[in-house]
């Protein structure tokens, strides 16, 4: 039951002879709704085109009167002569409800009495919406001409949540796939050299190349990767590095157009990568080419992550997929002998092994673990399965072990259809400086060795499903996950490999499970808040799994599944700590959603402009406060001690990373990544920041961030880190190659800098660059 109701006859008086009579109405005041709709979608209403038809409003006290349109539609054969009214005109009457405040927070129409339809096929009208109660309203529409069209004595709001329609619309919703696009673009003029024969001695290019190695075995995959982690760790850690680019170089590591991804170890890398770009943004950029490397055509696309294919660069962006109805039956599970199902005793695994019996009427299953029958609630599994109808046997196998995978798969009837589910996996999560060679491989066996083996040991027999679970961290590169987002891109890849050979396989990257389990259950509410301000939704168990069926329907190859809060990752957009894999999900009429460093600090410096030094100083601890608040998910910023260690506000090394970088935004310069280490307390952060970064006091017009005589102190200051220095100096090189080169082109120019102050030098800048 979606609604009910009763259908009486009554008689009803003409409406809109009195309070619609005379329009526009009279002693109204007029409402400037523009922006109304992206302030609506951030809330978490998404009207597209069609439902955007208010053309004008106006208020006179309890009251609001609209005109409103039905927008030209592309079939026509859905036009106003189909319905009494049509639903988006009806819809965008009652928009009318926010301008009003007639109800607050997110509302759908509830409960309609009295309502009377007088007139049919109308597409423009004029309505008039009036408070009558608590979240309740009447309603009165009319044509152009004043004549009636509908009238409902009241309306009744009622209060819903986002997760409430989320759970009922999300599903269909949460499939997604990255769509790599042609860029136009013209190449920059840089300098450029090679990660391998840098001279420690010489200053640093403004961009470097790190050719990455390649190969599909687990040795190549293991080795390359590390290989990749210390040069990563060694250009974010070095000062000398600080003002320079890391460009990252593979081949062949992602598809593009139905390619093939011909290095494993190359895909595995882009997930690493993503990660530490995540951790410490802009320095570091990943180029996947398929010839020799324009670094200059790479960085000038201001992009994290490119593909190069014959000089053209692409770039991905997250679409929606469409997943087709269809029902499990369909599947590759529902056609096989016996489903193998790797980690198979585990929460996932369990939850997986009920799935398939139930909804894909599997009768055969293996389960794998390493302990086997020992592990936790193994037994018990195996007797729920049997009263489900299905024979389940839990064998005790390293599936990382190419051996143990032979002995598995030779116990299997090689005469059916075998379905191969893999869904072990571990975590040690740690922020990039903190990874280790035993760490990443940790990660990586458990995902990426079993997984090689199956597919190598699996080639000669029929395998009618290949479905791997992968991970959205390997899509997206979570912060602290370098390692396992390196094995999930890893699975994403080989999916592709197996489809361009003609074999079976998908790899789903799935978002947050709401249901705890070995590698979520150690989520605490900072990390919870973390990954929600990032656009993930934990999804409950029985929304993935339809997901997961979804997904297989749909049969592509790689397709994320995930919950997405699009309006939270919107916000956070604002201030350019989204990946741009959402830009084309996120961003309203062509609009980017981020600030860059230079407009968000030249708004600090007008803050701070003309202020006392005192004043300053606290500007600044608020500056910091509202970060701390911002990465703790705390509300109220009075709650927070400037005199408390960082460590015990609730600050891990994560969170110290996330901290950094949007105080890094705020400020305009990119701080040390030992930055709460260095000043433990929001006090001594901000006295740091408050002599580093405070601009004159005299009040002036002109007042500068920085003079020179204040530059030379703080290069020659032991209190000033070496990384604030390099981007000191890294600024002034810059002034002065660009007063070089206005003076190259034009040496008709005299000017005499002596006696100049340094306010006449910055004036010269301004008036030159």
């Known amino acids: 039951l979606h609604a009910q109701g009763s259908l009486s006859a009554v008689a009803v008086a003409e409406l809109g002879s009195e ?83 007639f109800a607050q927070g997110m509302v759908l129409p509830f409960s309609w009495s009295g309502v009377s339809l007088r007139q049919t096929g109308v597409g423009s009208v004029r309505a008039r919406i009036a408070a009558v109660g608590p979240d309740t309203v009447s309603v009165e529409v009319v044509d152009t ?31 997604f796939r990255v769509e790599w696009s042609p860029m136009p673009g013209e190449p920059t003029t840089v300098t450029t050299g090679v990660f391998t024969d840098l001279d420690p001695e010489q200053a640093v290019p403004d961009v470097v190349v790190f050719d990455c190695g390649d190969g599909n075995t687990v040795d190549a995959v293991h080795g390359v990767v590390g290989g990749v982690l210390a040069v990563v760790q060694q250009w974010l850690s070095d000062p000398h590095y600080a003002a320079s680019t890391l460009l990252v ?22 997930g690493l990568v993503r990660s530490a770009q995540a951790e410490d943004p802009g320095r570091i950029v990943l180029a996947d080419v398929d010839d020799d490397v324009d670094a200059a055509l790479v960085v000038a696309s201001g992009e994290p992550q490119v593909v190069v294919r014959a000089g053209v660069v692409h770039v991905g962006r997250l679409a929606r997929v469409t997943a087709p109805v269809s029902e499990p039956a369909m599947s590759g599970l529902s056609g096989a002998g016996t489903v193998l199902i790797t980690g198979g005793t585990g929460t996932l695994g369990a939850m997986l092994a009920r799935h398939v019996v139930v909804e894909h009427g599997a009768r055969h299953l293996v389960l794998t673990s390493r302990r086997g029958l020992e592990a936790p609630g193994a037994q018990e599994l195996v007797a729920e399965l049997s009263q489900l109808g299905a024979r389940a046997e839990v064998v005790a196998a390293d599936m990382a072990d190419r051996a143990a995978v032979e002995r598995v798969l030779a116990d299997i009837d090689s005469e059916e259809p075998l379905a191969v589910i893999h869904a072990a996996g571990v975590l040690d999560d740690g922020v990039i400086g903190s990874m280790t060679p035993q760490r990443l491989d940790t990660v990586l066996t458990p995902k990426v060795d079993a997984a090689l083996h199956l597919h190598e040991a699996s080639l000669d027999r029929v395998v009618s499903a290949f479905v791997m679970f992968s991970s959205a961290a390997g899509v997206f590169g979570t912060p602290g996950q370098s390692n396992y987002a390196a094995a999930n891109a890893f ?19 799935w978002g947050l499970w709401a249901q705890a389990s070995g590698m979520t259950g150690h989520l605490d509410d900072t990390d919870a808040a973390r990954l929600s301000r990032g656009g993930f939704v934990p999804m409950p168990a029985e929304e993935a799994f339809e997901l997961f069926d979804l997904a297989l329907a749909e049969g592509g190859a790689n397709t994320l599944t995930a919950r997405l809060d699009l309006a939270a990752a919107r916000a956070q957009a604002g201030s350019g700590f989204v990946s741009a894999l959402l830009q084309n999900l996120i961003t309203r009429g062509g609009r980017r ?36 608040a911002a990465v703790l998910g705390h ?38 990544p030992t930055l709460v280490f260095d000043y433990p307390t929001i006090e001594t952060l901000s006295t740091h920041l408050s002599e580093t970064f405070a ?60 006696g100049a102050t340094a306010e006449d030098l910055f004036a010269f800048f301004d008036k030159t660059v």
């Open 19 to 101: 309070s619609l009579a005379v329009w526009p109405p009279t002693e109204a005041t007029p409402i400037d709704f523009d922006g109304m709709y992206d302030s609506l979608s951030d809330m978490g209403y998404g009207y597209g085109p069609v439902f955007q038809g208010l053309r004008s409003a106006w208020r006179r006290g309890e009251e609001v009167f609209v005109e409103a349109v039905l927008p030209e539609l592309v079939d026509t054969g859905a036009g106003a002569d189909r319905f009494g009214i049509h639903p988006a005109l009806l819809d965008v009457v009652l928009h009318s409800v926010f301008m009003g405040g």
């Open 249 to 270: 170089v593979t081949r062949g590591a992602v598809a593009v157009e139905g390619e093939d991804v011909t290095s494993l170890a190359g895909a595995a890398v882009w």
């Open 491 to 509: 699975l994403d890849a080989l999916a592709v490999h197996r489809r361009h050979a003609g074999l079976h396989a998908q790899s789903l990257a």
């Open 593 to 628: 959603g981020s600030r860059s460093a230079e407009t968000t600090a030249s708004g600090l410096a007008q803050r701070l402009a003309g202020l006392s030094e005192t004043e300053q100083q606290l500007l600044i601890i608020d500056v910091v406060r509202q970060q701390v």
């Open 145 to 175: 001409a004043g004549r009636p069209v509908l009238s409902a004595e009241s309306l009744m709001m009622r209060p819903v949540s986002l997760q409430e329609l989320s759970a009922a619309g999300a599903v269909r919703d949460g499939l």
């Open 695 to 754: 601009v004159a006091s005299t009040g002036t017009e002109n007042s500068r961030a920085l003079d020179l005589d204040r530059i030379g102190e703080l290069l020659d200051s032991d209190d000033v880190d070496e990384t604030t220095k390099d981007e000191i100096i890294v600024q002034l090189e810059d002034l002065l190659k660009r007063a070089n080169s206005r003076k190259a082109t034009q040496v008709q120019e005299s000017v005499d800098f002596t």
């Open 635 to 672: 509300r109220d910023l009075d709650t927070i001690d400037i005199d408390q260690n960082f460590r015990d506000l609730g600050f891990d090394s994560l969170t110290a990373v996330e901290f950094r970088n949007r105080l890094s935004g705020e400020i305009g310069s990119r701080l040390a």
